[in-house]
């Protein structure tokens, strides 16, 4: 998996109630990234993407802007060891 980076994202912002994690969803699974996204109960959202560094780097831009309505006021990233998730998937949220 060498090929591979994984980056673990916090945004903040007006990012719950407005589709964030359905619109990341829909980007990940378009561009082929695996990982996961959810809501945090202190109104952030969190979300883990792997892939082709270009496609990882792709999700980090889109993040930026996020989806209509929503307003991102920053985002906190750390690269961690890629894990080979399957999928990109919505998870509960903490």
Do not use: K
Not at 27 to 51: I, K, P, S, T, Y
Request: a neutral charge.
């Amino acid at each position: 998996m060498s090929d591979r980076v994984r980056v673990h994202v916090w945004i903040r912002g007006r990012v719950q109630g407005v589709g964030f994690r359905a619109h990341t969803e829909a980007m990940a699974l378009h561009a082929g990234v695996q990982g996961w996204v959810r809501n945090l109960r202190d109104g952030r959202v969190e979300a883990v993407f792997e892939g082709s560094p270009a496609v990882v780097e792709a999700m980090l831009r889109w993040c930026q802007q996020g989806s209509p309505g929503s307003v991102v006021e920053a985002i906190e990233q750390r690269s961690e060891p890629p894990e080979g998730l399957p999928t990109f998937e919505i998870r509960p949220t903490v």
